[in-house]
């Protein structure tokens, strides 16, 4: 069975990778520390805003927590899985040692999403769960657990656009070597997910819906939890990622394709 | 035993750099007074081999450039704020101002020369420059300095937005205030690279400071005036803000331009503020190079 070898695979890669980080108990330490700092960090810009204002573009402090607790769970996602794992493939990339990675008799796609873990990441999930408990508190009303596991398949929407998003750009880099700059350039736009997309006006919110659908990743998905979430967005929005995910798909077929190694 | 044993066992051990490895003693070079003459003749070709690395990399140094869009991020978000209703005495013309303003002091003050100097120090390379006659900080500091014609580049078509745009207006229009904008750029952009050099250089005492280039940043976002206005933060943080270095770097600048009641005499204060710092970090880098540069030397260069 191919599925299950696959799976056998990335798990014994993870725990390998577990393995490697825990060994630097002391670096582990520090950065659980910066982690949770960054989630303090998060609120600063919100306190400021809400300080003087009860609503901002229909968003009340407690709805904008929802949105900044998908940022934080996504951004652990993001920092904890998939940019270790690609920056790791494109320094294989660039030192010829992606060679042996092809050579595997498994997705070459999924060994290399998944190769390496920072686990204290799992810190900043917990820290987002923390907001939207905190967040549903302030409100005065729990989820309903329709609202929730529409939330939750939303999530799971979200970190697909996410990783189809990283996955276009680490392909781009098979072709111009030197691209793993994208990457960055990517964190630095996703970072506006910390906003509700609706606070934003004219070019810069169709940018965000619909060029970059940072919208689809912390927006929507919060939009679904507070139960404000209609059918509509919600079946664009797992549309979308899902034709980000298929069209990412193809480029990384064509970038192997094209793959000459670096020898 | 086969030869082919005995010859590995007499080649470098794989995964050592060369160069970390048998480098010469490093520390003939700092006992002798250094030639001051020579490295003002340097400094030159220096600046000449800074442009044509900056040049060379210039994708990578536009892409570099453009991940500096959180002032636009922020733009956008207050820009919308104000047009329900000012915001603390903030129109919308003050936001385009000031974060247009902060846009082209931060292309212009930033600096990289942490991860530099830590990958430098950390793979050993460091003994290379320590070899030469002119001190690491001048040959970091020239080949920095030489990037900003580059960046003044890409700065200047913000600059050009920011006079046509609605903010404008909100910009001062005293010449002898403006007149303290260039030297307060350079201190600026001295104090950043002051202190992130003392961040990289911490990487001789610990093993990686890249964290702590991390934590630095997100201190300084805030501190700095880089994430928004210090008139609009809460008054205690705006406090801390007040006397620590940061808005040094970002803050004061923007404010010499963004600031009509500041006058001529309030612009030279900020710049003395400035200086007094610029003089303090490089007093502490100095104490901090001193004692890494001996204990790089003692594990072995």
Known sequence: ?263 | MTASGSTSAAGPAPGVTPGAASGPPVRAAHRHPRPWRATLRAIPTLLRIGVAETVAYRAEFVIWMLTTSLPLVMLGLWTSVAAEAPFRGYDSADFVAYYLSVLVVRNLTGSWVSWQLEDEIRRGMLSMRLLRPIHPFLSFAASHLASVPLRGVIALPVAVVLLLSSGADALTRDLAQLAWLLPALALGWFLSFCILFAIGALAFFLERSSAIVDVYFGVFAVLSGYLVPLTIMPAWLAAVAQVTPFRGIIGIPVQIVTDPSLGPMGAARLVGFQALWAVAVLLLLSWLWRRGVRRFEAFGA
């Open chain 1, 1 to 263: 069975m191919t599925g299950e070898r696959t799976l056998r695979v990335l798990a014994a890669q993870l725990r390998a990778s577990v393995m490697t980080a825990m060994q630097y108990r002391a670096n582990f330490l520090v950065s659980g520390l910066v982690a949770l700092y960054w989630v303090a960090w998060n609120f600063l810009p919100l306190l400021i805003l809400f300080g003087d204002r009860q609503m901002v573009a229909g968003w009340d402090y407690p709805s904008a927590l929802v949105v900044v607790g998908y940022f934080v769970i996504l951004r652990a996602v993001l920092e904890g899985i998939i940019t270790p794992s690609f920056e790791d493939a494109i320094s294989r990339i660039r030192n010829g040692s992606f060679d042996y990675v092809l050579l595997k008799p498994l997705d070459a796609m999924l060994l290399v999403s998944a190769c390496k873990v920072e686990p204290w990441k799992a810190l900043e999930l917990l820290a987002g769960l923390g907001i939207f408990v905190h967040a549903f508190l302030e409100l005065g009303r729990p989820p309903t657990p329709g609202a929730v596991a529409l939330g939750v398949v939303m999530l799971l929407s979200g970190v697909v656009a996410m990783y189809s998003l990283w996955l276009a750009a680490v392909s781009l880099s098979f072709w111009a070597v030197r691209l793993d700059n994208l990457m960055y350039l990517l964190s630095a736009i996703f970072d506006v997910g910390r906003w509700p997309i609706s606070v934003f006006r004219g070019a810069v919110r169709v940018v965000f819906t619909v060029v970059i659908p940072v919208a689809i990743m912390t927006t929507f998905p919060a939009m679904a939890l507070l139960g404000r979430g209609d059918a509509r967005t919600a079946t664009g929005a797992i549309g979308g990622s899902a034709l980000m995910l298929l069209g990412s798909r193809l480029l990384w077929r064509r970038a192997i394709a094209a793959y000459t190694s670096a020898s």
